[in-house]
């Protein structure tokens, strides 16, 4: 993984390129969302989504680790309020399982690598 030297280039970080196939993703599956819903939770979720990777890019823009690390902190905030999102509109069944569920497991996912990247900050 790609940490201590390119931590201030948010493109070449692993964690931006899986929040933003999240967020592309995320964009996908609101779509399918009933029209009386796309306003209402498909907005919330498309907001949180777009939160996860601009709060890395701007914590990375930041120039300055803690500052940085504050960031992470807030994408991951975005990364659990997406989650809840998408597991309402499992219980609403307004999404397929199978796709909710691959979501929400990548999400874990960017949610670990974020607390792994903000302790390495920590610790420098």
Known sequence: MLYFCVVH???RLQIYELSLSIAQDT???TQQLPRSEKWNIGQQMNRSALS???NIAEGAGRGDDRDFARFLRMA???ACELQAQVDLGT???FFED???CSLRDRIERVKASITNLE???RST
């Open 27 to 29: 964009y996908q599956l």
């Open 52 to 54: 996860i990777f601009s």
């Open 91 to 93: 219980r609403l069944d």
């Open 76 to 78: 991951r905030g975005s």
């Open 119 to 121: 302790r390495r900050l």
């Open 98 to 100: 199978e796709r909710a």
């Open 9 to 11: 280039n948010y493109r």
